[in-house]
């Protein structure tokens, strides 16, 4: 593939791929092997129009340890607010001879659209309530490294489903490589046309409680207060109580259930602190596997080999 707009541009079989190379991308980390030659002269664009910690510092330290030479490129302090288009950025950064650009906006379909601008490769580095595609790849990644497969796990995405890009790519990827997904949260935040929408056979409940004790990954997704302008939403204090886990919902969990969530948190909202604290708690390893992940995915796509 040339592209990585949508977890949908993956079969199981890419997928797979994309997840060992993460694997051996790790595994030279282990063993002190701190940068590669791969993509030497290749040149990576992070074109970020929306606020970012995790995926554009990881995106950069990915293409760095490939030896490509970074641009970042942050559109609060550039021509973006004189009114210049994503069309006409788009047009400059391939002057500049991007081979791949990474691209954050806070409009679904952006990616979509600076893909037949640009000769380079686009990666979907989060579009609107869109898709979050290499966010799904790290967290299959830490399910598989935690777990040992992906296939047959029963995993529950929790919370603000209709608002999350994240919550969308994963439902994707974890059918496409066999998980079971449960959707949860208040029924304002799940319509269910947006279930129906996000992949067949997936199922979906408004009570935690009741998913818990046969979920072997619980993923609580981030309130987007930010975009929360058209719906519903109860208090926080009434969503907390209904719909973060604690201490005593954690402990409804199967001993080997792990409990993740892709950052930024609201603590004390959807997941409390002794919980994203806890051992079972991947919060931290899906940091550094997102570099890893990351690094599979410019390798691949840059390299032709996906
Ligand atoms: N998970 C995630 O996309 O985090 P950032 O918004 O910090 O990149």
Redesign the pocket.
């Known amino acids: 593939i040339k592209h990585l707009k949508s977890a949908a541009d993956l079969d199981a079989a890419t997928a797979t791929l994309i997840l060992d190379t993460a694997g051996e991308m790790a595994a030279l980390a282990g063993r002190e092997v701190k940068k590669l030659p791969t993509l030497r002269g290749r040149t990576v664009v992070n074109l970020f129009y929306e606020?970012?910690?995790?995926?554009?510092i990881s995106f950069e330290a990915a293409a760095k340890r490939l030896s490509a030479d970074v641009i970042n490129f942050s559109a609060k302090g550039s021509s973006v607010s004189k009114g210049e288009s994503l069309k006409d950025t788009a047009l400059t950064l391939q002057a500049m001879g991007a081979d791949a650009v990474v691209i954050?906006h806070p409009a679904s379909g952006a990616p979509h659209r600076l893909a037949s601008w640009v000769d380079g490769s686009v990666i979907n580095?989060?579009d609107g309530t869109h898709e979050?595609p290499t966010?799904a790849l790290l967290d299959a990644y830490t399910m598989r490294s935690r777990l040992g497969k992906i296939e047959g796990l029963k995993v529950a995405i929790v919370g603000d489903v209709l608002h999350s890009r994240?919550a969308r790519s994963n439902v994707l990827l974890l059918t496409t490589l066999g998980a079971h997904v449960t959707v949860v949260g208040p029924p304002t935040l799940i319509p269910l046309d947006v279930a129906a929408a996000l992949a067949p056979g997936i199922k979906v409940t408004y009570d935690l409680d009741s998913v818990l004790a046969d979920s072997d990954v619980v993923m609580m997704l981030r309130v987007q207060t930010e975009r929360m302008q058209d719906s519903y939403f109860p208090s926080a204090r009434e969503y907390s109580r209904r719909y973060g886990l604690d201490a005593p919902r954690m402990r409804k969990l199967p001993e080997h259930a792990i409990v993740m969530h892709?950052?930024?948190m609201n603590r004390g909202m959807e997941i409390a602190p002794e919980v994203a604290d806890s051992s079972r708690s991947t919060i931290v390893e899906q940091v550094a596997n997102g570099v890893s992940a990351r690094m599979a995915v410019l390798y691949l796509l840059l390299g032709g080999k996906a």
């Open positions: 606020d970012s910690t995790r995926t554009r954050r580095a989060g979050h966010q994240v892709p950052g930024p």
